[in-house]
């Protein structure tokens, strides 16, 4: 079934896209703390999305307090050439405060590319409502101007106007935040998948993966079972793989996709079959949309789109039926060329009338750390609405890793 070839190893990957889950992509940046924007896409970037944040405001917003200090983390899929820069956007989304540092002049931080976490500081006094936490992210090797974001939606307070309600998953007593189970982090920000093998059902085991990242510890499924907790059954039974059964697509010379519907179990099952030392992703895009739109994703009210899976399944059953399959284009070898939409503009000087009043509204440059310090964050306050984000970051962890089974040589 594997082999070795000139091009790297042959590695084939069998996975499931099961309908009625969100699409949820992985493989570059998104803010974990404060929680990204819904939905917490890390592929937004300057090629495809609109500046500033590739994505509207939604209804998962964070309260931190004036002047205090907290770690921004992020998940990282993948180590690009280059560095980050952290800043907080108005109202309006117009830069108004830089909370990284310009070290000899350069504008993002790039002594460590595997960087996951930075502890910035808000100034005393300052307050900004209805305001954007923005996480930019270079890939030097696509071009100098490509860069990826995302963003988080803040409410600076005063103290008397702040109340910590350590992310809605614990209770703030005595000064410190005391967690629910699974939860942990200072402000209870975090969540494992698993405590102990009970906590993973009769079909899985517990294992702390030692992860940078939550979940670092996670559930392990016997082959046939998947899910949260190892509660759902899966098609999978054996790790042969008989491709009789299956839809044959040639991506390219390296690259073989067969597919096939699975009616009982509602979902689509493929098998990517690669000839690589790097990683391998399989996305879906409406026949007619070209590479040229930067409507993505598409988010509308609320009652105007179909459901992704119903869209999904019609789509699937419909090219599973077709006669012919039409003339592919092929893709890009590389990520394409960079055609970034314009930055915001700063907020304008206030004149010397209305400087006290907007004065913390002045952009500004976060000061240099006489060295990197990482700590838990002391004061914040998360809405219960980041609950559901980390509940769906949690199921496509454990669909991607418990129901896939790989072979590499």
């Known amino acids: 079934m594997s082999r070795t070839s000139s091009v790297g190893c042959r590695w084939i990957v069998r996975f499931f896209v099961i309908f009625?889950?969100?699409?949820?992509s992985e493989g570059h940046v998104a803010l974990v703390f404060p929680p990204a924007r819904k939905y917490d896409l890390d592929f937004l970037?300057?090629?495809?999305?609109?500046?500033?944040?590739?994505?509207?405001?939604?209804?998962?917003?964070?309260?931190?307090?004036?002047?205090?200090?907290f770690n921004v983390s992020w998940h990282l899929g993948y180590p690009h050439k280059g560095g980050f820069k952290i800043q907080l956007l108005d109202e309006?989304?117009?830069?108004?405060?830089?909370?990284?540092?310009?070290?000899?002049?350069?504008?993002?931080?790039?002594?460590?590319?595997?960087a996951q976490t930075y502890q910035v500081q808000l100034p005393t006094n300052f307050t900004c409502a209805n305001c954007t936490l923005?996480?930019?992210?270079?890939?030097?090797?696509?071009?100098?101007?490509?860069?990826?974001?995302?963003?988080?939606?803040?409410?600076?307070?005063?103290?008397?106007?702040?109340?910590?309600?350590?992310?809605?998953?614990g209770r703030y007593l005595l000064g410190k935040c005391k967690c629910d189970r699974l939860y942990y982090g200072s402000v209870c920000q975090f969540r494992d998948e698993c405590l102990e093998n009970s906590d993973c059902?009769?079909?899985?085991?517990?294992?702390?993966?030692?992860a940078t990242t939550a979940p670092r510890r996670q559930c392990y499924c016997q082959l046939g079972w998947f899910g949260p907790g190892c509660n759902k059954r899966s098609p999978v039974k054996s790790t042969e793989i008989d491709f009789e059964l299956y839809t044959e697509k040639k991506l390219s010379d390296t690259f073989m996709l067969y597919w096939r519907i699975l009616k009982d179990h509602r979902e689509l099952e493929a098998v990517l079959v690669v000839n690589g030392?790097?990683?391998?992703?399989?996305?879906?895009?409406?026949?007619?949309?070209?590479?040229?739109?930067?409507?993505?994703?598409?988010i509308g009210p609320v009652g105007q789109a179909e459901p992704a899976g119903k869209s999904l399944l019609r789509e699937s059953a419909r090219v599973a039926s077709s006669e012919a399959e039409p003339k592919s284009v092929p893709e890009p070898a590389s990520e394409p060329a960079s055609e970034p939409e314009p930055e915001p503009a700063s907020e304008p000087e206030p004149t010397t009338t209305e400087k006290q009043k907007k004065s913390t509204f002045s952009r500004r440059s976060a000061a240099v750390p006489a060295s990197p310090i990482y700590h838990d964050v002391d004061k914040v306050e998360t809405s219960?609405?980041?609950?559901?984000?980390?509940?769906?970051v949690r199921d496509h962890q454990m669909w991607g890793k418990e129901v896939a089974s790989t072979t590499i040589s």
């Open 45 to 69: 970037d300057s090629s495809r999305t609109k500046a500033p944040c590739g994505m509207p405001k939604g209804n998962v917003k964070t309260s931190l307090l004036s002047g205090s200090k």
């Open 277 to 298: 030392t790097s990683y391998a992703a399989l996305g879906w895009r409406p026949r007619g949309l070209t590479k040229s739109c930067k409507n993505f994703p598409q």
């Open 201 to 210: 059902g009769a079909q899985g085991v517990c294992v702390d993966v030692q």
């Open 20 to 24: 009625y889950c969100a699409l949820i």
């Open 134 to 169: 923005r996480l930019i992210r270079q890939a030097l090797e696509w071009g100098a101007q490509y860069k990826f974001w995302s963003c988080a939606d803040v409410d600076i307070k005063i103290r008397k106007e702040f109340r910590e309600s350590c992310s809605g998953h």
């Open 384 to 392: 219960g609405a980041a609950k559901e984000r980390q509940t769906k």
């Open 92 to 114: 309006l989304e117009r830069p108004v405060l830089d909370l990284t540092p310009r070290i000899q002049g350069a504008e993002f931080i790039s002594n460590d590319a595997t």
